[in-house]
């Protein structure tokens, strides 16, 4: 019986220490956890860089993925990739004064449905927004947005009037209080918002009017020096594996399935503006096949 006690506490030690090992020869990657609780834009982000770091691990080896304990702006997300708290963070352009320092993944990770924007509203503009037919008839409208966002310079180089709030929860306070009177949502991400606040801001409607178009997607960056390096190397890797394999494809299409579901865009007005930052290479705008046109989504 004594030995079989030692057998099994021998077995029990070579397994930790097999676990141990395997944790000392893991990668741990730090994520940023989003601006709010109710903040569910992200998710299939993240999901998709599991996958591609998943694609590579004969390479890499494995990975810890793990997400801060507190959340994080679009500001801070960039300061704490630069000082190691981070390892990876979203960008959708990235700001001149930190091109030095930061670096991005070129490849547009939702195809440009985030360039799509449908406006939520207070209940009481929809009427006047109606009447909207222009860009010109739409700069009579103020616009809200986040600090540091990265369609502000879209936005300012088209002329529109802009409000800034300091927290994501608190624009839709801003909204319902009339403090602007648009907030131009991704058609990825409107509906899952409106539901998760339309209890709390009860005049919280969706337009049926219009849609505003800018290229903009979503790419994962990081801070450039060996570790980024690598780690941009990895993901560009798995998300190439991914495209191969269809992967990606097959994510793409269930996360727009899902996006959409319920989002009519068929009858809107377009309304196109100029983003003059996709005009660098690293955004892959001239790859056709990186971007989703919606053709049939907007088809007459």
């Known amino acids: 019986m004594l030995r079989a006690r030692w057998n099994k506490l021998g077995l029990a030690v070579c397994w930790l220490m097999v676990c141990a090992l395997a944790q000392a020869t893991s990668t741990t990657i730090t994520y940023p956890r989003p601006e709010s609780n109710t903040d569910l834009r992200y998710v299939y982000y993240w999901r998709l860089m599991e996958a591609a770091l998943d694609r590579t691990q004969a390479e890499y080896g494995p990975v810890v993925l793990q997400q801060t304990p507190f959340s ?14 981070i390892q990876v963070a979203l960008r959708s352009v990235m700001p001149p004064e930190y091109a030095d320092r930061l670096d991005m993944v070129p490849v547009p990770l939702d195809k440009g449905l ?59 306070q801003m909204l319902e209080r009339k403090r ?29 009017a219009l849609l505003l178009y800018y290229p903009l997607s979503r790419y994962f960056a990081v801070k450039k020096g060996p570790e980024g390096d690598a780690l941009k190397a990895r993901l560009a890797l798995g998300l ?48 056709k096949e990186y971007w989703d046109a919606l053709t049939a989504e907007l088809r007459p």
């Open 72 to 85: 994080m702006n679009a500001q801070r997300c960039m300061e704490k990739l630069l000082d190691g708290s």
């Open 114 to 172: 985030l360039g799509y924007r449908v406006f939520l509203i207070h209940s009481d503009t929809q009427a006047r927004l109606a009447q909207v037919s222009t860009l010109d008839d739409l700069r009579a409208f103020r616009i809200g947005q986040g600090l540091g966002w990265d369609d502000l310079a879209i936005l300012a180089q088209a002329r529109m009037q802009v409000v800034q709030g300091a927290s994501y929860d608190g624009l839709f």
């Open 180 to 208: 602007f009177d648009l907030f131009p949502r991704g058609i990825n991400e409107v509906l899952a918002e409106y539901r998760q606040h339309r209890s709390t801001e009860p005049d919280l409607a969706i337009d049926d």
């Open 240 to 287: 190439a594996r991914l495209r191969a394999d269809g992967g990606m494809d097959r994510m793409y299409a269930g996360f727009k399935k899902e996006v959409l579901r319920g989002l009519p865009l068929k009858g809107r007005k377009l309304i196109r503006l100029d983003n003059p930052s996709y005009a660098q290479p690293v955004y892959g705008l001239d790859k």
